[in-house]
């Protein structure tokens, strides 16, 4: 069988399709008149309301620091939080500016680029806000617990940030990219979503290959 | 466009291109159930353009972008839920009393498809359709001689796996 003729056997399933399908006009009606929505507007009006709790949430933290004087470790806690919060709260916009600017019915290669840099940069956000895990352990301490907390007191203390520390450093470091093989590995790759981040990174470079001029593979 | 010629308009289009949502949807989507959540989810996307529709693109090529990209985010997501899940298949395909030899050799071309990845297997609906390669390139978003490149490529392929059935 040659070009032509698998050609000709696909115009011909084609002729056969308009044939054989039926469509639905009643529920093509509904789509029109009820306010149907489609995945990315979904993803992007989560993000606007993620964000929006995002600004709530460090300007009641600003708020407490402002009117929390005297406590250097509150501040500091707090303070570092906020700025992790910040940082999420920018890169959520820069993701709704980007999702706003993409149009479906542009060429695949820029839209499927656009989405994926957007679900990339969101893990993103995520790995980078564990790593704020061990401030909201800290921010209760005072002058007085520091100097009469006693060696038990500290002792557990130091236990809990600790592990705390560790489980956000060791979160972090298993949503990045470079984590593969070995099953177990793999497993909790899947129930960490890093597996996700790594096929949409791996898709990424498929789409740079695919507009990559080559002669031969 | 007034409302009620858009409205009227969009289901004509939709009529006259079933065939694209359909042959996309089957490409992409191995599980019947999804399958008909994909064609809700591109007919969803063309609604929403379709005020935006440039006139400069035949509505296959602008029908074969929105249903590709849609298809391909929505075959990468690990989540199926649809925000507006609407019970009834809209496009679904009525028994045929005569099924012939056609049935083999397009069942070998989406096989074929099937083992494609995502990007090439849009390039290959394409070609199957007869697009040109000006069209191919625009809808991809990479140069035409690109296309003829990958098209060449294509075909040496489908050529081996016909032969291979063929023997």
């Keep these: ?217 | 466009m007034k409302a009620m010629d858009k409205s009227e308009l969009f289901l004509s289009v939709i009529d006259s291109n079933k065939g694209i949502i359909y042959k996309v949807a089957n490409s992409y989507c191995k599980n019947s159930e999804n399958r008909s959540d994909l064609v809700q989810e591109i007919i969803i996307h063309l609604w929403k353009s379709f005020g935006n529709y440039n006139e400069q693109y035949e509505h296959s090529t602008w029908m074969y972008r929105i249903a590709l990209n849609v298809a391909i985010s929505f075959y990468r997501k690990a989540k199926k839920e649809l925000a507006t899940p609407l019970t009834d298949n809209i496009i679904a395909l009525v028994k045929d009393d005569e099924p012939g030899e056609l049935e083999e050799n397009v069942s070998l071309l989406y096989q074929f498809i099937n083992e494609l990845d995502e990007l090439n297997k849009a390039l290959m609906l394409l070609y199957l359709d007869n697009k040109t390669h000006k069209e191919m390139a625009e809808v991809l978003g990479i140069s035409e001689t690109n296309v003829a490149t990958k098209i060449g490529r294509i075909k040496e392929k489908l050529k081996k796996k016909f032969s291979l059935a063929n023997s």
Aim: aromatic share 14%.
């Design chain 1, 1 to 217: 069988m040659n070009e032509l003729d698998l050609k000709n056997a696909w115009q011909s399933y084609d002729r056969k399709l308009d044939r054989l399908l039926e469509v639905n006009f009643q529920q093509l009606k509904d789509i029109q008149s009820i306010k149907a929505e489609s995945k990315i507007n979904s993803f992007k009006r989560s993000h606007v309301i993620v964000m929006l709790l995002g600004v709530a949430w460090v300007w009641f933290l600003g708020f407490l620091v402002y009117h929390t004087n005297g406590n250097p470790y509150f501040s500091l806690s707090i303070g570092l939080i906020i700025l992790f919060n910040v940082f999420a709260v920018l890169l959520y916009l820069r993701h709704i500016i980007i999702l706003s600017s993409i149009n479906i019915a542009e060429s695949i290669t820029e839209t499927q680029r656009r989405l994926v840099k957007v679900y990339t940069s969101y893990v993103q956000v995520g790995r980078v806000l564990l790593l704020q895990t061990p401030l909201y352990c800290t921010w209760w301490y005072t002058d007085e617990l520091v100097q009469h907390g006693g060696p038990l007191f500290w002792t557990i203390q130091a236990v809990i940030v600790s592990v705390f520390t560790g489980l956000a450093i060791y979160l972090f470091r298993k949503l990045s990219l470079k984590n593969k093989s070995g099953n177990w590995v793999k497993r909790t790759d899947k129930f960490f979503g890093a597996e996700k981040l790594q096929n949409a990174i791996a898709f990424l470079d498929e789409i740079e290959e695919f507009k990559k001029e080559k002669d031969s593979d």
